[in-house]
């Protein structure tokens, strides 16, 4: 089975959002980059196949060489092959039809991705793709089982979950529950010294525009300090979600 | 050219969520000077939309819809925009749509612009504000191709009232066959859902273990409310995953959220940063949740949940 996992890098969690150029850039300074975590749960999910089932794994990103040391890092948990389509990506348009553009000249058996990238939220890349190449997708995926050509899965719905069934080749928007958090891999140095032989393969972008821009970046206004209201006079607390707040 | 907004129903009614849209959907398409459309899969009884400024709405109802298909909706919707010549399409960011909206976006070449929390700021080039960053900053974003599709955040725009008189359409619509199917579904029955909530309750390590949690739902009951938990609470296991909050787990942007014994680490704060109003209850004064919050007890939650409790029922009983 030819596994493709699409890899978006963005900021840590934990990053203090700032911008540069006027509002419009994220500002990448003391920023440290990681692997999208919900492609982290993916690409761990893709190295139980290769383990198990056997498979190959290629990792795929859309960036400048700014995202290699993420890449790098997916070849040192396990994967054997990464591509970086060379550009900024623009939006999440432009990242699926170079996606698309990649997987049509070579086909894989199952593409994953995540449900969204933690940065911008756009929630788009891995539903373009299969829009564009007309594969069967399935996102918000908590469970993933391959057998014999076919695909089992569990995605999670408003207030529940469904299974599904399907034939391959398929493209998923993988969440945590596709592997939990304890299976996550910590690159050892074995796999860090290998990572290094392993090919990374720089492809010029295809030309594509972009259909939405950022005009502006902003913060939200400094939030207004909290309102205690003491343990002992709660009625208080029922009358501003009342009068105040109008939520009650 | 017009305005379509695509309204979910379960169970043959309208969801709640669907007036938010359709509010948005009448006042984008005063501002664009054109009409709006609504269309409907499998609702049955779509006369409440009626107050929400929808003159025009095409019913969808076919047996074979009553399982969500993403493909197949996207088509459906693909359809109606084309025969409606819609040129924005406006959906709620439920899992549903937003699991059909780039599948109709790549369908239609469209621009696909989600979580929008407002009425375009400029029409040229079509500006809208949108949260990005896990609700840590905003950014104005620009769209430079013809159709565009807008995933509205929930509770963002609020309803807008007014009363017309509506022509319904029905239609119906050849589905597709697909190899992808859906074998089963589990709902959890009887409870309201997070994402449909006005109101989340939700607790986290505080309450010390599992059997303390009929205070949490004791509390949601009176408020009508649906309960959530933070992460590590449905990793031990003590809460079921799908009440798991925050960057990892389900976004909340509801009216009202109340965190009992949950400290407002970065990660949770993320999900639920869109929430209207935030109270937390906790008994660290320098838990870091105070800061991100518009109203706080400091105090121990198995004293003050239950008194609350009390309170609440008394306020609902005089003012219902
Ligand atoms: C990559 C990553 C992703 C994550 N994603 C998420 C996520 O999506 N959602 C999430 O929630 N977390 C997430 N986390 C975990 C997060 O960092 C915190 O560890 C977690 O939110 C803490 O949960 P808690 O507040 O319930 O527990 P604690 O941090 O242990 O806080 C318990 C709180 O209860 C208070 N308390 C104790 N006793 C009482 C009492 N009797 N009465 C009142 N208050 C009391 C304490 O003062 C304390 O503030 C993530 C972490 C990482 C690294
Ligand atoms: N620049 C990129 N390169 C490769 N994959 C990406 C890129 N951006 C997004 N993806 C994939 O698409 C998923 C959803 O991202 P998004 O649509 O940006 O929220 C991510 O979890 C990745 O798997």
Known sequence: MKILVCISHVPDTTSKINFTDDDTKFDTQGVQFVINPNDEFGLTRAMWFKEKQGASIDVINVGNSSSEPTLRKALAIGADKAIRINSEPLDGFFVAKQIAEYVQTNSYDLIIAGRESIDYNGAMVPGLVAGLLKMNYVTNCTKLEIDNGKAKMDREIDGGKETLSCSLPLIIGGQKGLVEESDLRIPNMRGIMQARQKPLEVLEAFEFSSNTNTIKFYKPEPKQAVKLVSADNLDELINLLHKEAKVL | ?320
């Open chain 2, 1 to 320: 050219m017009s305005v379509l907004t695509y309204i979910e129903s379960s169970n043959g009614k309208i969801k709640k969520n669907g007036f938010e849209l359709a509010s948005y959907s009448c006042e984008l398409a005063k501002s664009l000077n054109t009409d709006v459309v609504a269309l409907t899969i499998n609702a049955e009884d779509v006369n409440e939309l009626s107050s929400y400024g929808i003159k025009k709405i095409i019913k969808v109802n076919n047996e074979s819809l009553n399982k969500f298909s993403a493909s197949s909706f996207a088509d459906i919707i693909s359809k109606v925009a084309d025969n409606t010549s819609s040129s924005h399409i406006v959906l709620c960011s439920s899992l549903d749509s937003k699991y059909l909206a780039p599948l109709l976006a790549a369908d239609i070449n469209a621009a696909y612009v989600n979580n929008v929390i407002g009425l375009p700021t400029n029409l040229e080039p079509f500006t809208v504000k949108r949260s990005a960053f896990t609700n840590k900053a905003f950014s104005d974003s620009s769209v430079s191709s013809e159709k565009i599709i807008i995933g509205l955040s929930n509770n963002s725009f609020g309803l807008v009232e007014s009363s017309v008189s509506t022509e319904i359409e029905e239609l119906d619509f050849e589905v597709q066959n697909s190899n992808l199917t859906v074998d089963s579904s589990e709902k959890v029955s009887g409870q309201i859902s997070i994402a449909d909530a006005d109101i989340v309750v939700s607790a986290g390590r505080g309450m010390k273990g599992p059997e303390n949690w009929n205070l949490i739902e004791d509390l949601a009951d009176t408020l009508g409310a649906a309960t959530a938990c933070s992460k590590p609470v449905s990793d031990m296991g003590w809460r079921p995953h799908s009440e798991h909050v925050g960057q990892t787990g389900k976004p909340v942007a509801t009216n009202l959220y109340i965190a009992i014994g949950i400290s407002g680490a970065i990660q949770h704060l993320a999900g639920i940063n869109s929430s209207k109003i935030k109270v937390v209850i906790n008994n660290d004064p320098e838990a870091p949740f105070f800061k991100a919050a518009d109203y706080g007890v400091v105090g121990d939650a198995f004293d003050v949940v239950p008194r609350l409790n009390e309170k609440l029922k008394e306020f609902k009983a005089q003012n219902s």
